[in-house]
C-alpha cells in the first residue's frame, strides 16, 4: 500500500491527485477542493466543463 499524499495547501489527504498550473506558484499537489478554489481565483467567471460525454 503506498503512502497517501496530502494536499499541499489544506494538508486533506488526497483522494484524486491535481497539479497546480506553473503559474501558481504551488509546489506538490492538490485536492480537487483547493484546486477548483485556485482555478476561480485566478481565473475568475463561469466555467464551462467541455468533453462532458467522456463522463
Known sequence: MGLKEKCTIC?????????P??????EG???G?????KVHEHYPGD???V?????
Do not use: A, F, P, T
Not at 489527504?13 to 497539479?19: A, F, I, L, M
Not at 468533453?51 to 463522463?55: G, S, T, V, W, Y
Open 51 to 55: 468533453n462532458k460525454d467522456l463522463d
Open 33 to 37: 477542493k483547493c484546486y477548483s478554489k
Open 47 to 49: 466555467h464551462i466543463r
Open 21 to 26: 498550473m506553473d503559474e501558481w506558484g504551488i
Open 29 to 31: 499537489i492538490m485536492c
Open 11 to 19: 494538508n486533506e489527504k488526497v483522494k484524486q491527485r491535481y497539479n
